[in-house]
């Protein structure tokens, strides 16, 4: 399954190339489905641009004159239903047949930080309530201070991001390609870049897809990159515990990750706390093995359940 995601600033422009550029990405990658954010126009006239892609299913929003739109144009075989959309969320249920069924929740981050704080806690409830979760998008929000070159040190709203994240208790999805997805298309001292694509994913869809991957494209056309998401066939899986690989126990790394997320605050009652604090530890762990299992060129066949 491939979904790609990018915020394209635009669709209504006739000198544009971001229509001949989606076509191509259809063309080359095949993907389930590609999402695009800010298209500046209406869904019927986005959908009209792109009618020689020929889409099975197309959802979204209009834009509020020039600002926001959501387009999703879909390419999939199986039932695929738009369970809520607003100005900056889709959320699309696959059913594949009666017992395997996933939700992906597509995300156009609020420019402005003061309207994101009401984001982030409309996709809680969602993640919440559709436990086989994918998230992916322009987050419009950094995660990392890592993520970004050039610029002010500050990131606005990290906290309340990273709150989100918490109380999601969503992974990483590793990444490839280019570092940063979005430039302002300066030179010089005055460029700054920054990831600002990218998706997460719940324990049970990693459970369902635990070879999940992102490729970021290189920032063509529009300021932001598109991203790929990639997963394997949609088929049934077992769901069985991660298998966390003996080999990583020999790092220094997995105590520091234990240690940092045992030292954290979190509120309510004992046995919550230790709930929360250890499924912080296992995904955190199971991120740092994604992340290094190849990097490092290290298996072991010697496994521990998590």
Known sequence: ??????????????????????????EYFAPMFIFLSETKASLSNVESLVRSCKPTFVCG?????????????GWCPYNVFCLFSSQNLVLCK????????MEILLVYGAPNVEVRLAVWGKMLDLILAFPTCLVLGDFNQLDLFSDKLGG??????????????????????????????????????DLILERLDRAYMSTDWFLKFPDSRVTNQPILISDHAAIVFETSHLGLKKHRPYQLEAWCLLFSDIASIV??????????????????????????????????????????NNSLTM
Do not use: H
């Open 1 to 26: 399954m491939k979904i790609i995601s990018w915020n394209c600033r635009g669709t209504n422009d006739v000198r544009s190339l971001v229509v001949p550029y989606v076509v191509w990405l259809k």
């Open 61 to 73: 929003i209009d834009s509020i004159g020039s600002k926001g739109g959501l387009a999703v144009l």
């Open 94 to 101: 696959i059913v594949v047949d009666s017992t395997n069924e």
């Open 152 to 189: 002010s040190s500050s990131i606005k709203g990290w906290e309340a991001f990273i709150q989100w994240k918490l109380a999601s208790n969503l992974s990483d999805v590793p990444f490839s390609g280019p570092p940063f997805t979005w430039s302002n298309k300066r030179e010089d001292t």
């Open 259 to 300: 240690e940092e997320v045992w030292n954290l605050v979190i509120v309510g009652s004992p046995m919550f706390t230790l709930s929360r604090k250890l499924g912080l530890a296992r995904n955190r762990i199971r991120n740092w093995c994604l992340k290094n299992k190849k990097s490092r060129g290290l298996t072991s």
